[in-house]
């Protein structure tokens, strides 16, 4: 039985196991000890109940296959170095390991418990804060905010935008924008375009301490604490120095063809935020590329090729701002745009977030 390892065990990682486990011998690594939801990454952040939904056991995933929590530290050919063990050899190699993303929307640790115990600091922090400031208007910073009003419907919100306008994301349609910013002026909300910070605060994201800081084009703002929502970085560490280094783009994602082979390697494949396929690094995006890739691999093992080849869709968005609020840029069923408002982007994400879904994708009651 053909041997797959797939590396990363998100959204697409988690996809491509499952899909495959049926046909193949998959062994799946990851560095975490416990799935992450991070599309409810930002409600827990808020909300002490949530601190636990969002994390997940791998446990019940994999029902032929094998699990293994480990750092790879390198990829050659198709064999995969997981630091402390012996070189696991594969006939692929699906490269899933996603995105890291500053704290809370996404978690360094590779321990659940440090995990929860960062949360239960942020949550007596924001107990005690009065006002915060978050750098970044895009879809983290928006929905953050939603949570932070929902919960701390006292709390002063400052978004700082660097951009123009809210939501520059390439593909957002103004009716959108529009739409989010008049729930924002609703809650409060102080909006900042066109700057950015001249400077950082003095204290770590997420720290208790009052501070001044000013914009480059001299507004100042006044917060208690302030939290990163910008700066997403492809993990593409482990494959510096390897063949595949020479494949990676200045940004860290790696160059994939349409059937999201890794070019030049025709049994590598890679899915998700690692990828340099054009469009908006989405959860649902990664889904449908590990869909592909199952397809591709799986004819292959029969003896066939890999035909099967990923379209990237126009951009689409789900953002709530907590359970009650926000709006969604949606498509039809002929591909076009339209924009809902809070209480169908409710209905769709913004009680549940989605938790119900994946807690059904890893087998879990």
Not at 122 to 149: P, Q, Y
Request: aromatic share 6%; charged share 20%.
């Amino acid at each position: 039985m053909a041997r797959v390892v797939v590396v990363g065990g998100g959204y697409g990682g988690v996809t491509v196991a499952k899909g495959l486990d049926p046909f193949a011998e998959v062994v799946l690594v990851e560095q975490k000890d416990e799935f992450v939801h991070h599309a409810a990454a930002l409600r827990a952040a808020v909300d002490e109940v949530w601190q636990h939904t969002i994390f997940m056991p791998y446990t019940n995933l994999l029902k032929n296959g094998s699990f293994v929590q480990g750092t790879v530290s390198r990829v050659e050919g198709t064999t995969v170095h997981v630091f402390g063990r012996e070189p696991i050899e594969a006939d692929y190699v699906v490269l899933a390991t996603g995105s890291s993303y500053p704290f809370p929307a996404k978690y360094s640790s590779s321990r659940a418990q440090v995990a929860k115990a960062r949360l239960d600091q942020l949550h007596a922090n924001l107990r005690d804060a009065k006002s915060v400031l978050l750098v970044g208007g895009g879809t983290v910073g928006i929905e953050f905010t939603g949570e932070l009003a929902s919960s701390f419907p006292d709390l002063e919100i400052t978004i700082v935008e660097r951009e123009s306008d809210i939501l520059s994301t390439p593909g957002y349609s103004e009716e959108l924008r529009s739409e989010i910013r008049s729930q924002l002026e609703e809650l409060g909300v102080r909006i900042i375009t066109g700057t950015q910070l001249a400077y950082l605060p003095p204290h770590n994201v997420g720290e208790l301490g009052h501070f001044v800081v000013h914009t480059t084009s001299g507004e100042a703002v006044e917060a208690d604490t302030w939290f990163q929502c910008h700066g997403a970085r492809p993990n593409s560490g482990y494959l510096a120095g390897t063949e595949y280094e020479a494949r990676l783009h200045p940004n860290g994602t790696i160059r994939v063809n349409a059937n999201l082979q890794v070019v030049g390697s025709d049994r590598v494949y890679a899915v998700g935020d690692l990828t340099d396929v054009r469009e908006s690094k989405r959860a649902d995006a990664a889904r449908q590329q590990a869909r592909v890739v199952m397809a591709n691999i799986c004819a292959q093992i029969d003896g066939g090729e890999a035909t099967h080849v990923y379209h990237p869709t126009k951009e689409w968005v789900i953002l709530p701002l907590g359970p009650t609020m926000g709006a969604s840029q949606l498509l039809d069923a002929d591909g076009n745009s339209r924009v809902i408002g809070a209480e169908q982007t409710a209905e769709i994400k913004g009680t549940d977030l989605m938790v119900s879904v994946i807690r059904a994708q890893l087998n879990l009651p």
